[in-house]
């Protein structure tokens, strides 16, 4: 029976407190409450450390691709005999629905046209920042957030299934501290990862029910309201409640691949009846031009225009947001790539979901681009109307299987969300009860049920926003954790390939 630990009362009192805070009314406590506090702390973390984000994305991208190359990348993560527990197709729609899900499916339409009116330089609504938008596009969702993911993904299988360790993400700090870690420091990062997963979780439930209530409004002419965010919210929970009762082996994998056929049909559909050959032309010209100026768009800051904050807007915030994310995402993908090597993880993280992320928004966001640019569409109007939600189906519905496709797209929306609740129940659960690979399905439920109140509340009372920075907020340390991990990691690494050095000679 898996044991309860210290860190899920500590974590599941903290989130609960969060909550109450987030709907206590601004009037209340007008210079305290959850939204003023969380937006000053972010502004000054962005403000002063931006350069702080962009060096340790960048320094995890080149620990990853040096993984690949490395004379560790041989190395299998579990025993020298366990085969991976799932085919290629199956790996590759679970990294991608815990990922990335609805957040590609939210922004794929929306980032691009976006960045197409507000550049980070130049003048908007012209050709070159039709590139640039695509290009950045391209960077924020591509191999930087994967090598994040990536990295503590590695760590957490290679210490769970290739030296048995608990599968707790401060236990990867053994080889740097020792025992040491097992006490406070080590319960305070684990409720740091508890945290950051809650909120991370809950906010893109929220957004993802607004997106569905928005496709359905849209679709159907249902009157867009709260009181239909809350109904998705709870028809939803509980499907994914269910899912997460069946265990990760059915649930999570036939829903992921589910997910995986209905993206790459909505995609190939888009794909043939849009702009076809523009599409073709923008990825190709857009992955080159992403891979030249990559070095260049990795440390970009802009020291002599301090009055520009789309870096600090877009670029930092994003990678703040993919650190949150990462003990999420990291925990799950370990926790579905035994029996692989490092080489062939790293390969497959950090490549397989980029080149498929730069796909989909060329599709995506090259098509809305074009309608705006070329057909003068005013998709940037309703979305100004609207909210970024609408970007997706009033793109759609220029083309004459609009309503078809938007269809299939609340579905994706709708899928996504419950794999995304779905594989944070898990990662929730194995985190709280000492790394059991098989948390007891009432931690599971409790978390579920958490998480769902938490958006559902935060959504109700406008403070989505507030629980999305202060996730953001606890990403800070846990870059500093995250560095942490990869020292560690190499010492592990060095350790091992002094010991199999001495058996050969034996």
Known sequence: MSKVT????ISAVLAFLFVVWGIIPKEVLPNANLDTVTTAIQTYLVDQFGW????????????????IFSKYGKIKLGKPNDKPEHSYISWFAMLFSAGMGIGLVFWGAAEPLSHFNIPPYG?????????????????????????????LGLALAYFKFRRQSSGLISDILVPLFGNRIKGAWGTTIDVVVVIATVFGVATSLGFGAIQISSGLSYVFGINQSIALDMIIILIVTVLYLTSAMTGINKGIKYLSNTNLVLAISL????LFIGPTNFILNLFTSTFGSYIQDLPSMSLRMTPFDPGNSWIKDWTVFYWAWWIAWAPFVGTFIARVSRGRTIREFVSGVLLVPTIFGAIWFTVFGGTTINLEFFQDANIMQQVNEIGEEAALFAMLDQFPLGTFMSIIAILLVSIFFITSADSATFVLGMQTTGGSLYPPNVVKLIWGILQSGAAAVLLWQGGLQALQTASIIVAFPFAIILILIVISLMKAFKQEAKEMELKRKE
């Open 267 to 270: 995609m190939l559909l888009l």
């Open 6 to 9: 210290r860190v899920f009362y």
């Open 52 to 67: 702080f984000y962009l060096l340790s994305a960048t320094t995890f991208l080149i620990f990853a691709i040096y993984l």
């Open 123 to 151: 003048e908007g609504g012209t050709a070159e920042a039709a590139a640039t938008a695509m290009k950045y596009s391209f960077f924020h969702w591509g191999l930087h957030p994967w090598a994040i993911y990536a990295t």
